[in-house]
């Protein structure tokens, strides 16, 4: 059987490092996998870029205009939507036309269009599409946030300068959604309950099954090391306790910078013996903006590819926190947990899946700063910490393995490839 995975990028997103570990698992259980990119970073073979660079940045910036245009010429949201209304025909290329199964990830920002995303479904491949957020689901959002207009057709779309109207880019995307699902049968796929039972809602997936599969990772990669190796590995002090929070992009809104700041600074409040006590390391782009607002010593870090170098900065942690305000399936905390390291997080999207509360970290109340610090302090002080790190392992080694996840995918594969005969 051959597989063709497509996704945007090959290392940057999440969706991008679950593609590829998908990819890598499928391999070692004997399936012909290869990975569809626009934008390449490694020299895998088994990752195949899209060609003509500059035509490719051209479709994302027209893409852009479009979206610009609608928002009044305003910058509003300007990377938050995506409407497909361009992008790259694939099924000319030879991974496409010898594929079994074509596999759809995140494709956005000028890697596939409706139109030719229709021309795929048109060619009677079996095709599975996991979806990473909401936005195969929604007219032009990735996260509908507290607006439900998804449900039945977008409309007054938030994400717009001015709240949008009623016939507005959310709406005619969504049209336009609706005319290309209408009579094809898509295999989705939700990383997490809480994405499945939120897509379901939708009048788009109608008549279409979703399945529930969680990412994979390379548990004999991403698992416990000893403490002090670690840190020294990472030039990190070995006396006392480090919390470790990362995003990409550090001050960005979504991933809870705002929130991460005020915890600490309740948290120096409340338990000012930690002040000397309790080091933050701040892992990804701008990390530094970190240094002067926290109460804590700061150690940034630049944001890390090397899967490696990511296991020993893990493995330097006591606690791993993300006070992400939107999320589905965070890849991060599952590279926590398989490392040993209770996590933190908000009671949103399918965090509570991952963090069992208080058995292998705590799950806090959504946008409280001061029950995120609670958890903080919880889990630093908690006397059966070493109970905490081997639930954490033992919940990823049993949930979401290589192993696991490709065995759950192969059944899919075989499934609708049946059915497609």
């Not at 259980?29 to 060609?51: C, F, H, M, W, Y």
């Amino acid at each position: 059987m051959r597989i063709l995975l497509i996704n945007t990028s090959e290392r940057i997103g999440g969706a991008a490092v679950a593609a590829v570990r998908l990819m890598e698992a499928l391999t070692a259980n004997g399936v012909k996998a290869k990975l569809l990119v626009r934008d390449k970073q490694t020299e895998a073979i088994s990752v195949v870029p899209l060609k003509g660079s500059w035509r490719l940045m051209w479709k994302f910036v027209w893409e852009r205009i479009v979206i610009w245009r609608a928002n009044h010429f305003k910058k509003h949201q300007l990377f938050a939507v995506d409407i497909a209304n361009t992008g790259t025909d694939v099924t000319p290329l030879p991974e496409f036309r010898e594929a079994d199964v074509v596999h759809l990830h995140w494709i956005n920002q000028g890697m596939l269009s409706l139109k030719q995303i229709d021309k795929i479904l048109a060619s009677g491949k079996p095709v599975v599409w996991t979806m990473h957020d909401m936005w195969a689901a929604t007219g032009i959002c990735h996260h509908a946030r507290q607006c439900d207009r998804y449900v039945t057709g977008c409309h007054h779309c938030p994400y717009l300068y001015g709240g949008g109207g009623k016939h507005d880019l959310a709406y005619r995307t969504y049209r336009r959604k609706l005319k290309l699902y209408k009579g094809r049968k898509i295999h989705f796929v939700a990383c997490s309950q809480w994405l499945k039972t939120e897509v379901e809602k939708s009048l788009l997936l109608a008549g279409q099954s979703v399945t529930v599969i969680p990412n994979p990772i390379n548990t004999r990669l991403f698992r416990p090391m000893n403490k002090q190796e670690a840190r020294r590995a990472c030039q990190l002090p070995e006396a006392g306790r480090l919390l470790l929070f990362g995003s990409v992009k550090i001050t960005d809104k979504r991933k809870g910078f705002d929130y991460m700041v005020e915890s600490c600074q309740l948290l120096a409040e409340q338990h000012p013996e930690l002040t000397d006590r309790l080091g933050v390391i701040v892992l990804g782009n701008q990390s530094r903006r970190l240094e002067n607002l926290l109460p804590f010593k700061v150690y940034p870090m630049d944001f890390v590819i090397d899967e490696h170098r990511l296991v020993e900065i893990y493995n330097a942690a006591d606690l791993y926190v993300t006070p992400s305000l939107e999320e589905n399936l965070p890849n991060t905390i599952m590279e926590a947990m398989a490392c040993g390291v209770p996590c933190v997080g908000f009671r949103t999207g399918g965090i509570p899946e991952m963090i069992d509360h208080e058995q292998n970290g705590y799950v806090a109340d959504y946008r409280s700063a001061e029950d995120f610090a609670r958890g903080i302090f919880s889990l630093l002080t908690a006397p059966d910490y070493t109970a905490l790190s081997e639930q954490a392992c033992r919940k990823v080694s049993t949930h979401y393995s290589e192993q696991a996840v490709a065995k759950r995918y192969i059944e899919l594969y075989n499934q609708i490839s049946g059915s497609h005969a």
